[in-house]
């Protein structure tokens, strides 16, 4: 009867947060630029109702009186972990009060419409007091967290339950001992020749190609759809609505087409959580690492993987006889993988990718910790491009101002869940192929329902239910680690390259 009560509550809370959600899809889509101001205020109003009932004192009355029955129940059941879940969100919330939320809300809105506008401009000038109020309502919500260590944990937290700016950044240090020698000597090598991707493919077709292997992959349509933005997302308004955003390129085939396999992960793990969750904070996936998994999974290790193409590579030469008629597997799938010191972290290789996210990790702290100064961002930005990366930004808007993450109000905890992802998606991938070997025929084929069935099974179908660390080991008997992760770059660019 109470956990009813507290079921009603929280769908109450889901629902709203799900309507802000869908405004927030419709800003990034469809939404015309004079729609900007009210939007903001629109996502504030309703950000403050979410908050009110989330933080409500009857929420926390129910709670408690649920204690007595949570503890009666096994750990892992799922009324246990709904309200060990929802507790753990309320006493957060709690903590927050509704005007900064508000705040924050309206604040990011105006944020990321300045943004939009200033970064095609490369105006840097335009958004820096967007990200300095950023920056100071980002340490106002973390101070409603005291006792914590770094000030950036509390925000990390929000995204990686369970992860602090220390641990993170000793995870970091161990993967990057190794990945900056194998970097080093990967880019010491000729370029791969990617020229066959850069060549014209319209639209249409280029939609129509992703859309085909994502659906093959067990994205579903019925339950989704792909629209166009500015910066490539996946968004839910329910577990029967499970969105994802691409967008298009006409001389480059790989963006919209990696994008897609990338977003449809994110979106096939919402699609894939028990329908018994919806409506409660059980039902989205545990973290931004764990989520980050999940698409760089398809996107990488499936998507950028020989076996695949060799079933749809023909496919794609018979979309586009002109351009890749004469173009081999071989080169297409160099082409694909190819290692480069590059500028843009959405761009960038496998490889490398990591050291774009190390990187922006390492000046969010320093932002947090006031040893750096918004006004002295850019130039800490483009000094750390040229020591780690090797190349400078000619511009703010192909450095500072290339993702949206700081400037949508997420400075601390927006970026480590990438490299948390990349490390665990080679740890759950590598315990899927020992558990299930004919995974990798199956690929080759363009079969892929053995693999999303383990998924599903193992990772997808618990939401929020478990912790990372809890899902982690679970899953492969063991904690993080990032050594099947350097495993697969070993094998995979050790023979593209010769190492
Ligand atoms: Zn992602």
Known sequence: MKLRELKVRLAEVFDLNMANDLLSWDQSTYMPPGGAAARGRQLATIGKLAHQKATDAEVGALLDDLRPYEQSLPADADDAALIRVARRGYEQLACVPADLIGAIYAHSAASYDAWGRARPANDF??????????????????????????????????????????????????????????????????????????????????????????????????????????HPFMTKFSLGDVRITTRVCEDDLSDALFSTLHESGHAMYEQGID???????????????????????????????????????????????????????????????????????????EVTYNLHVMLRFDLELALLEGRLEVK???????????????????????????????????????FQGYTLGNILSAQFYATARAAHPEIDAEISQGRFDTLHAWLRENIYRHGSKFTTDELVQRVTGGPLSSAPYMAYLRTKYGELYQL
């Open 125 to 230: 000038a335009a958004v820096r007091p967007y990200l300095e109020r950023t920056l100071e309502l980002r340490r106002r919500l973390a101070n409603c967290f005291p006792g914590y260590q770094h000030i950036a944990d509390p925000l990390i937290d929000m995204s990686d339950y369970g992860m602090r700016a220390e641990s993170v950044r000793a995870i970091f240090a161990e993967l990057r001992a190794e990945l900056v020698p194998l970097a080093q000597a990967i880019c010491a090598q000729p370029l791969a020749d990617d020229a066959c991707l850069r060549q014209g493919f319209p639209e249409a077709q280029q939609l129509a190609f992703g859309e085909r292997i994502i659906r093959s992959f067990g994205y579903d349509f019925s339950r989704g759809r792909q629209d166009k933005t500015r």
């Open 376 to 414: 002295d961002l850019p130039e800490a930005w483009n000094t750390r491009y040229l020591a780690d990366l090797g190349v400078a930004p000619p511009n703010d808007s192909a450095g500072v101002m290339q993702d949206v993450h700081w400037y949508s109000g997420g400075i601390g905890g927006a």
């Open 275 to 349: 329908l018994s969750f919806e409506g409660t904070p059980l039902a989205s996936g545990t973290s931004a690492g764990v989520h980050e998994s999940q698409s760089r999974l398809w996107e990488n290790l499936v998507g950028r993987s020989r076996r695949m193409w060799q079933h749809f590579y023909p496919q794609l030469q018979a979309e586009f006889p002109a351009q890749l008629g004469a173009v081999s597997l071989d080169t297409f799938y160099r082409a694909i993988n190819k290692v480069q010191r590059s500028l843009i972290r959405t761009d960038a290789d």
